[in-house]
T-cell receptor
Framework: GAVVSQHPSWVICKSGTSVKIECRSL??????MFWYRQFPKQSLMLMATSNEGSKATYEQGVEKDKFLINHASLTLSTLTVTSAHPEDSSFYICSATGTVTGELFFGEGSRLTVL | DAKTTQPPSMDCAEGRAANLPCNHS???????VYWYRQIHSQGPQYIIHGLKNNETNEMASLIITEDRKSSTLILPHATLRDTAVYYC??????????FGAGTRLTVKP
């Protein structure tokens, strides 16, 4: 089946630094990718929709200048958490739509810890 | 705005069938019912989806009521590894996927 890979799987950074998370579709072309955030014991919250070659669409309450999304190719989307703070510590998950059957494939997630 | 309602938690004995209900009374005619599960600290795993007919695959069966206002995910022989949070989601194929709180299924020996 289709595979979506995220990198890194976990990252620890200092407050004020920026962190980039990559999301790749390994065996299919993904015109649309989605980014989610999940806090402990909570459900996944959609942050933004990323379309190849265009600007991402952010959900209400998500700061687009803080969470920079780039979807430059059909197999890669990146999420950059700029000037990270401890409250940005979370599990970040990406997903991409399969081309035929319509199911959404999810990456393994990236755990960000900001000290 | 998850558009689905699920019980927060359920228990199931190992080897028995696990039946997870989901209400989606406001589902539109072109929206599918999807089921995913999430094991701790992993990305969600696709289980099954359907529009109006019942569906079965190697993981589970999906039973959708005739009025499509509710559905049931059936794991025929639950194992300890099926312990996870199960999410029922309604989605148009062109739209994003929004998660509700899900059902935390605990399979007990």
């Amino acid at each position: 089946g289709a595979v979506v890979s995220q990198h890194p799987s976990w990252v620890i950074c200092k407050s004020g630094t920026s962190v980039k998370i990559e999301c790749r579709s390994l065996d299919f072309q993904a015109t649309t990718m989605f980014w989610y955030r999940q806090f402990p014991k909570q459900s996944l919250m959609l942050m933004a929709t990323s379309n190849e070659g265009s600007k991402a669409t952010y959900e209400q309450g998500v700061e687009k200048d803080k969470f920079l999304i780039n979807h430059a190719s059909l197999t890669l989307s990146t999420l950059t958490v700029t000037s990270a703070h401890p409250e940005d510590s979370s599990f970040y998950i990406c997903s991409a739509t399969g081309t035929v059957t319509g199911e959404l494939f999810f990456g393994e997630g990236s755990r960000l810890t900001v000290l | 705005d998850a558009k689905t309602t699920q019980p927060p938690s359920m228990d199931c004995a190992e080897g028995r069938a696990a039946n997870l209900p989901c209400n989606h009374s406001t589902i539109s005619g072109n929206e599918y019912v999807y089921w995913y599960r999430q094991i701790h600290s992993q990305g969600p795993q696709y289980i099954i989806h359907g529009l109006k007919n019942n569906e079965t695959n190697e993981m589970a069966s999906l039973i959708i009521t005739e009025d499509r206002k509710s559905s049931t995910l059936i794991l025929p022989h639950a194992t300890l590894r099926d312990t996870a949070v199960y999410y029922c989601i309604v989605r148009n194929n062109n739209n994003d996927m929004r998660f509700g709180a899900g059902t935390r299924l605990t399979v007990k020996p």
